[in-house]
């Protein structure tokens, strides 16, 4: 069982060590389906603002079946967003500026900011705490056996 831990911790280690992170890779994702993911949102607030919920449902799934339909089978960018602000019925109730704030991508981590803090501070912190010893060794290029 250690050859097999062994391995699998080698492995663990060359895929981490070969992580590459491409930020605009992944804000052109996010903003590539944040528009989907807004839907709910913009439904809310024009209920709010005095629309009827199922009108609006329907005004949006259809311009959102638009927009998929665009992206998938033409190639071309998400254009729901826009599709939104030139509707009639949800610029009866919502200005483009709404909708724009409706969709800033900071609001859909939900807790995932508290999460990281917590582990880190939970579990990190204490491991590097109670590892000092073994870290400076390292560090120092000591063999402790």
């Known amino acids: 069982s250690f050859l097999c831990?062994?391995?699998?911790?080698?492995?663990?280690?060359?895929?981490i060590n070969g992580i590459v992170v491409w930020p605009h890779v992944i804000q052109?994702?996010?903003l590539q389906e944040l528009p989907f993911m807004?839907?709910?949102?913009?439904?809310m607030e024009a209920v709010?603002?005095?629309?009827?919920r199922q009108d609006l449902?329907?005004?949006?799934?259809?311009?959102?079946?638009?927009?998929?339909?665009?992206?998938?089978?033409d190639g071309k960018p998400n254009?729901?967003?826009?599709?939104?602000?030139?509707?009639?019925?949800?610029?009866?109730?919502?200005?483009?500026?709404?909708i724009n704030r409706l969709i800033d991508p900071n609001d859909f981590v939900g807790r995932?900011?508290?999460q990281?803090?917590?582990?880190?501070?939970?579990?990190?912190?204490?491991?590097?705490?109670?590892n000092q010893s073994i870290l400076n060794a390292e560090q120092s290029g000591d063999l402790n056996v």
Do not use: W
């Open 38 to 43: 807004a839907t709910e949102n913009i439904i």
């Open 116 to 130: 990281i803090q917590e582990f880190v501070y939970d579990i990190i912190d204490p491991l590097l705490k109670d």
């Open 79 to 98: 254009d729901l967003i826009e599709r939104m602000k030139n509707n009639k019925l949800i610029t009866t109730y919502l200005t483009g500026d709404d």
């Open 48 to 52: 709010k603002k005095g629309g009827n």
């Open 57 to 73: 449902h329907e005004v949006i799934r259809v311009e959102s079946m638009e927009a998929a339909k665009q992206v998938k089978t």
């Open 5 to 15: 831990t062994d391995a699998i911790l080698d492995i663990c280690n060359n895929i």
């Open 112 to 114: 995932a900011p508290e």
């Open 28 to 30: 052109t994702n996010i």
